[in-house]
């Protein structure tokens, strides 16, 4: 669609995940907004698992959620099956994750963004970036168009210069069957920008028919799930399976005689590939004692004719790949849509920007999602919904949106992003936060609230619904203060099998022991606490939840309070934006150069860069508080 005026208050670059949640929020925002995409139908299109959430993902989502977001809202309308991961660990890292239909998905996304008014989705490709007086003025376009706005959000994926390996076969492309991207680097780095490589993989996409199903186990959803939004009010799920494999000694054997075939160990793959999520080839070359590795058969649609082979991410010769996949019995008929590929892509190491998620050095101009060197869908996400935040406070000259380490896992990803070496594809986990005890997924509308409120992405009837939920969550706390009788105590404590009492005691003391739950004591607290509410039942489990987790690790939670509250200056303590490292006598070398590279905003962020010691920020320090 070709828009009526070239002018525009934003212009995105590129419809993923990122992209979309950029160019939404700035439409929300009241701006003017051109999404420039190679190809319009392949907006929010999940390229690689058909799953949203996971170990810290889930959290990100939540976060993007209350920040007005729709990967939350999306994944509910197109979820499969959904889990509460590591259930059986503390409540700091229980973690939602989706089984999701991807047609659905990207139909849903799609749908929204030809819906909004004030975004024109444009087909086309960037291939150069004009700048006027320090700040981005536009784009030009493959085709010659000039396009002109007043801030610039790119969030190319993984398309930039994008090359795929399938054994010694090489493809020029940013996913599969795609165009790859030309032009952009090229154009930053007249600009002054730095790139480098890296790499990523998917597995095979198998035909559904050829699985023999009865030789897998199954793995099914949670019974009971709740939704990933707080905004879902009609929600049921499915609950499809997904199936369960395991490699074998046969197939690591042909991997193992094909192992000089991967691009992986001939040398012709430069970029880095992600340490957590590695290839099959990899994980047999470096656990060569393991005979099998687990196979997870995931849909990745309703009544799909194909199957998503997580955990054999390869770029092994196609024949490599349906001989070694036939020597497990579940596979033995398999027959392969897909090959599983690796693809080398272009990034631009985020040192070079703010917290904001813009350049340091070129106005208006922000990065958004794999080019800052992360991997997933939740990350993209969560960046491009930050980066249109923010080049909307940009446009409309108002303070942007500054998320914290002590405030959400997005702030840990853009602290980690701006302050540290990006050598390898950046995935968010739960021991990246190290106040994770209080970045809970079930806490996200209290910690992040003020935001929405203060940057206007959210309606007052979804800013009250989530006031509601806090509200809820401390009435059930507070009831928790009445004191009981140790008859009325004995009774739900003998039914556990736990230690009786002889004095009266307030509930909450007793809701510290590992056995006893909240529902312990439905007719005391829940429906004195309950009475009245108005909120959905998923978001009523949510605050009960919440409220129990509050009080049996209430010293915990004070703790990390303390250690924040200790660091609080060291982080609020701003470093003038031109300051002189290298005059600061006694300062290290290395640390001299890497903060003049990085330039951090806040003594805290200095803290945090590679390279620099505590005798380095003791040293700085003297020099910041003179």
Request: aromatic share 6%; hydrophobic share 35%.
């Amino acid at each position: 669609m070709k828009p009526s005026s070239p002018f525009f208050d934003v212009i995105v670059v590129g419809g993923g995940h990122a992209g979309a949640e950029a160019s939404l929020v700035c439409v929300k925002l009241g701006l003017s907004v051109s999404l420039v995409t190679i190809n319009p139908r392949a907006v929010g299109r999940m390229s690689c698992n058909p799953s949203i959430g996971g170990l810290a993902k889930g959290q990100l989502v939540r976060e993007i959620d209350v920040l007005g977001g729709v990967m939350g809202r999306v994944s509910d309308i197109s979820a499969l099956q959904y889990k509460m991961l590591n259930r059986s660990k503390g409540r700091a890292v229980w973690s939602p994750r989706a089984q999701i239909d991807k047609r659905k998905y990207e139909q849903e996304v799609l749908r929204r963004v030809s819906l909004s008014e004030g975004l024109s989705v444009l087909r086309g490709e960037v291939v150069k970036i004009n700048t006027s007086g320090g700040g981005v003025s536009g784009v030009v376009l493959l085709s010659g168009e000039k396009l002109f706005c007043r801030a610039l959000i790119i969030t190319c994926g993984t398309f930039l210069n994008g090359l795929i390996h399938v054994g010694e076969q090489k493809t020029r492309a940013g996913r599969m069957g795609e165009k790859h991207s030309h032009g952009i680097t090229e154009s930053l780095h007249s600009l002054g920008f730095s790139s480098s490589r890296l790499k990523t993989g998917t597995p095979p996409r198998i035909k559904t028919s050829s699985i023999d199903f009865s030789k897998c186990s199954v793995s099914l959803g949670d019974k009971d799930p709740s939704p990933f939004s707080y905004f879902t009010s009609v929600f049921t799920s499915p609950n499809l399976p997904c199936y369960i494999t395991k490699t074998n000694a046969a197939s690591h054997k042909t991997i193992n005689k094909n192992m000089h075939l991967s691009p992986m160990f001939t040398g012709d793959i430069v970029g880095r590939g992600p340490r957590y999520c590695p290839s099959i080839e990899d994980k047999i070359y470096r656990f060569p004692k393991r005979d099998e590795h687990y196979l997870y058969l995931e849909p990745e649609w309703h009544n799909s004719n194909q199957v998503y082979l997580n955990g054999f991410s390869t770029s092994l010769p196609m024949s490599t790949q349906i001989k070694a996949l036939r020597e497990v019995p579940a596979l033995k008929n398999l027959e392969l849509l897909r090959p599983g590929y690796a693809i080398e892509y272009d990034f631009f190491p985020p040192s070079q920007l703010k917290r904001t998620l813009e350049s340091k050095a070129l106005s208006g101009l922000f990065l958004a999602g794999q080019i800052n060197g992360t991997s997933g869908y939740e990350e993209a996400a969560g960046q491009g919904l930050v980066a249109g935040i923010n080049s909307a406070m940009f446009v409309l000259n108002k303070r942007p949106l500054l998320l914290s380490r002590e405030d959400s896992y997005l702030g840990v990803m853009l602290d980690d992003l701006t302050t540290k070496d990006t050598l390898e594809p950046y995935r968010m986990f739960t021991s990246r936060a190290e106040y994770r005890l209080l970045l809970r997924y079930s806490n996200a509308e209290r910690r992040l609230i003020k935001h929405s409120d203060k940057h206007n992405l959210l309606t007052k009837t979804e800013l009250s619904l989530l006031q509601k939920k806090t509200d809820l969550t401390r009435a059930v706390v507070d009831s928790t203060r009445i004191s009981l009788g140790p008859k009325a105590l004995n009774r739900v404590l003998r039914k556990k099998g736990e230690p009786l009492v002889k004095q009266k005691k307030p509930i909450k003391v007793i809701l510290k022991r590992p056995g006893i739950s909240i529902k312990d004591f439905k007719d005391t607290v829940l429906n004195v606490a309950l009475k009245g509410s108005d909120l959905f039942l998923p978001l009523i489990e949510e605050a009960v939840l919440e409220a129990e987790t509050i009080i049996k690790y209430d010293g915990y939670i004070k703790r990390q309070k303390e250690q924040i509250k200790k660091l609080s200056s060291i982080n609020k303590k701003k470093i003038p934006s031109d300051f002189d490292y290298k005059g600061v006598v006694g300062l290290s070398s290395e640390a001299k150069e890497k903060l003049s590279t990085i330039r951090p905003e806040t003594l805290g962020q200095a803290m945090r860069v590679s390279g620099v010691n505590p005798s380095d920020i003791a040293v700085l320090s003297v020099f910041l508080y003179k």
